[in-house]
């Protein structure tokens, strides 16, 4: 019954590494997002695609950048992980039509130390 | 630009006391707005949509425009209410791009 899988649940990386953050929808959406998650800062958009090859940046696309090859999956990529990077990562899906809303993973919760 | 406002970070409401979770909104023009909800250890979900004007597990949502309020309300509030809860505001011409509030956890006391 899972439809948009985050590849990790929880990941620990070293400051300066390159991370890969990995999501899969199955349900053929067109648009697809990247969130953070935060205590007291909510949810905060930091990329988004609404087709394969197609990307925009959100409110916080500082650090990082995204990829989509093929329509199901899309990549969120933090070049040089920093500390203040440490966070849940929200991934999200849903169709071009203005439906009911996301489709949501179960996150990623990243520490980068 | 856009934003969603909600004030409370923390509620805490005993069992069977009435509800309200307060989201207001800064837009201009003729928003989209939407309550998901969050249980612990469970993915991010959405509650409901003022589009669709219907209660879902005994909560409702009413739009007011000249107050550009969007509050989640439930009569008598149940154990499992407790949740964190996010408003989030989709404008016209912006994709499907949501903006969400800062959410507000909700704690039902017995």
């Known amino acids: 019954d899972v439809k948009v899988t985050q590849s990790s649940r929880y990941l620990v990386k070293r400051t300066g590494e390159k991370v890969f953050l990995e999501c899969v929808q199955d349900?053929?959406?067109?648009?697809m997002f990247w969130y953070r998650q935060d205590p007291g800062l909510g949810l905060r958009l930091i990329y988004f695609?609404?087709?394969?090859?197609?990307?925009e940046k959100g409110d916080i696309p500082e650090g990082y950048s995204v990829s989509r090859e093929k329509k199901e999956r899309f990549s969120l990529i933090l070049e040089s992980a920093s500390t203040n990077q440490t966070s849940m990562y929200l991934c999200?899906?849903?169709?071009?039509?203005?439906?009911?809303?996301?489709?949501f993973g179960s996150g990623t919760r990243l520490t980068v130390v | 630009a856009q934003r969603v406002t909600q004030p409370e970070k923390l509620l805490s409401v005993f069992k069977g006391a009435p509800v309200e979770l307060k989201c207001n909104y800064s837009?201009?023009?003729?928003?989209?707005l939407f309550w998901y909800v969050q249980y612990s250890r469970q993915r991010l979900q959405l509650l409901l949509r003022?589009?669709s004007r219907e209660s879902i597990k005994g909560f409702t949502a009413d739009l007011n425009k000249g107050e550009t309020s969007f509050h989640l309300k439930k009569p008598f509030a149940q154990e499992e209410d407790s949740a964190m809860y996010y408003c989030?505001?989709?404008?016209?011409?912006?994709?499907?791009?949501?903006?969400f509030g800062t959410g507000t956890q909700l704690k039902v006391e017995l």
């Open positions: 003022h589009i």
């Open positions: 695609s609404y087709d394969v090859k197609m990307k």
């Open positions: 999200a899906s849903s169709p071009s039509s203005r439906g009911p809303g996301y489709t």
């Open positions: 989030a505001l989709r404008v016209t011409g912006g994709g499907n791009k949501l903006t």
């Open positions: 349900m053929d959406h067109e648009n």
């Open positions: 837009y201009s023009g003729s928003p989209e």
